[in-house]
């Protein structure tokens, strides 16, 4: 069974660091492109970011390049997002979810349950 | 930036009823690069359509998936009472995008 399980979530002020994790089971964890997708309260589906097989290809949303960083291990079944400079807007439900089929890109078949962060004072 | 815009925001319906939604990119996307997913309050998203057209796994054939270019639309034919949720199109065209959302609800 294919388990995607994030983790790392909390309350962090202003301008602190955050770092998600997301452990998979049930695949060939190297083999696929992942995925970090996040929704703030009441809000829509907003992309974050995105990690290709061995990293070959790392990508950002506008707001958060430059402050966030994905990382992945692919000997832990692991992929990461490094949040440093959090803003309240960066306020959401942060989902791993995961690239179907192993392409580089493509639609999200499987995604984990969510972690909330809230940044505030 | 490919944007999506997704309309109406709110679809209120009966149970059997036909939905149609709507997503309409800035841009041309390539449909093969088109998708639709399902959320339900409290769950993550669920893949519901990828490629414009084709059904995910287990998604009944109630759903489907129509357009090309900058046009694309999500029909379900007959209501049920679990399709009430809020629905999403995306992009991977270009990097990707998602639409604001569609969502339905029960009239």
């Known amino acids: 069974e294919v388990q995607l399980v994030e983790s790392g979530g909390g309350l962090v002020k202003p301008g602190g660091s955050l770092r998600l994790s997301c452990a998979v089971s049930?695949?060939?964890?190297?083999?696929?492109?992942m995925n970090w997708v996040r929704q703030a309260p009441g809000k829509g589906l907003e992309w974050v970011s995105s990690?290709?097989?061995?990293?070959?290809?790392?990508y950002y949303e506008d707001s958060v390049e430059g402050r966030f960083i994905i990382s992945r291990d692919d000997a832990r079944n692991s992929v990461y997002l490094q949040m440093n400079s959090l803003r309240a807007e960066d306020t959401a439900v942060y989902y791993c979810?995961?690239?179907?089929?192993?392409?580089?890109?493509?639609?999200?078949?499987?995604w984990g349950q969510g972690t909330l962060v809230i940044v505030s004072s | 930036e490919i944007v999506l815009t997704q309309s109406p925001g709110t679809l209120s319906l009966s149970p059997g009823e036909r939905a149609t939604l709507s997503c309409r990119a800035s841009?041309?996307?390539?449909?093969?690069?088109l998708v639709w997913y399902q959320q339900k309050p409290g769950q993550a998203p669920r893949l519901l359509i990828s490629?414009?057209?084709t059904r995910a796994t287990g998604i009944p054939d109630r759903f489907s998936g129509s357009g090309s270019g900058t046009d694309f639309t999500l029909t379900i034919s007959r209501l049920e009472p679990e399709d009430f949720a809020v629905y999403y199109c995306?992009?991977?065209?270009?990097?990707?995008?998602f639409g604001q959302g569609t969502k339905l609800e029960i009239k």
């Open positions: 979810a995961r690239v179907s089929r192993g392409y580089d890109r493509g639609e999200f078949d499987y």
């Open positions: 490629g414009a057209s």
């Open positions: 841009q041309s996307v390539n449909s093969m690069y």
């Open positions: 995306q992009q991977y065209s270009d990097l990707y995008s």
């Open positions: 990690i290709s097989k061995r990293s070959s290809y790392i």
């Open positions: 049930g695949f060939s964890f190297s083999s696929y492109s």
